[in-house]
């Protein structure tokens, strides 16, 4: 993989939509077979790129990753919880730092034990300021990183956190809410982010339709990330309205 080509789809894809629509497959959470509908779902509803893995995985995700890159054409990122989850058969990684929390760990620590076998398999890491806010109940991610989220409110703590992620050299910004949130990150919280950084902001947690979809969007999204409202509904139809309300 020729380094920087996910990023640059990725780019590309916001220069020409308003903003990118990215489908998150867990392998805890669906059979083979159905990531395997899911992708060609994603695909047929115009899905920019397929997101890969989870906080907490008890499944090896090789044999998904395999089988995904087989049956589809639009890239596969891995989104790992942790330095276990890799694997060869993806294009990308989100490159994920905690920035949000003080656990050194998930800082930099997993990211050392990951780096050897990310270089062995030629796969593009993105380096990426994964912050993580709180959305009315405890995550998933909160609880295995054992870090506080940011507090919803505080929207200065949030832009500088995200200032510095894009001062280390950090290409995107990911603002969780955390997987099934009770409430997706705030849409001012996500524009006062965007005032002051110049780096793509990726969103997840807690969208659940098409409308709140669009509205983070226009608060100043660059990337809306779905894994439980497809998960559940399992509907190219919903999909498709997914990808339509996020690409304007
Ligand atoms: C979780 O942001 C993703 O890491 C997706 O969250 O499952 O709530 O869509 P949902």
Redesign the pocket.
């Known amino acids: 993989m020729q380094t920087g080509f996910v990023l640059n789809y990725l780019r590309e894809t916001i220069t020409e939509h308003k903003a990118g629509y990215l489908v998150?497959i867990d392998p805890d959470q669906v059979s083979v077979s159905d990531c395997i509908e899911s992708a060609h779902q994603a695909e047929e509803a115009g899905t920019d790129a397929l997101l890969l893995g989870g906080?907490f995985l008890t499944t090896d995700l090789q044999p998904v990753a395999e089988t995904l890159k087989k049956e589809t054409r639009i890239p596969i990122i891995l989104?790992p919880g942790d330095a276990m989850h890799l694997s060869p058969h993806a294009d990308a990684i989100l490159y994920l730092s905690l920035i949000s929390g003080r656990n050194a760990n998930f800082l930099i620590g997993e990211q050392v034990k990951a780096a050897p076998r990310l270089q062995q398999y030629d796969i593009e890491p993105i380096p990426t300021g994964y912050m993580l806010i709180d959305s009315g109940r405890p995550t998933s991610?909160g609880f295995m990183s054992g870090t506080t989220p940011l507090p919803r409110d505080k929207f200065d703590l949030a832009w500088a956190h995200a200032l510095a992620a894009e001062y280390l050299g950090m290409k995107l910004v990911y603002l969780?809410a955390?997987?099934?949130?009770e409430y997706p990150v705030p849409d001012q919280m996500i524009a006062a982010v965007k005032e002051h950084i110049s780096i793509p902001v990726l969103l997840?947690?807690?969208?659940t339709t098409p409308e709140i979809a669009a509205q983070k969007v226009e608060a100043g999204a660059d990337f809306i990330?779905?894994?439980?409202?497809i998960e559940n509904s399992r509907s190219l139809t919903l999909m498709k309205q997914f990808a339509d309300a996020v690409h304007g």
């Open positions: 998150l906080s989104f991610v969780e955390g997987s099934g949130a997840g947690g807690g969208i990330v779905t894994g439980t409202a």
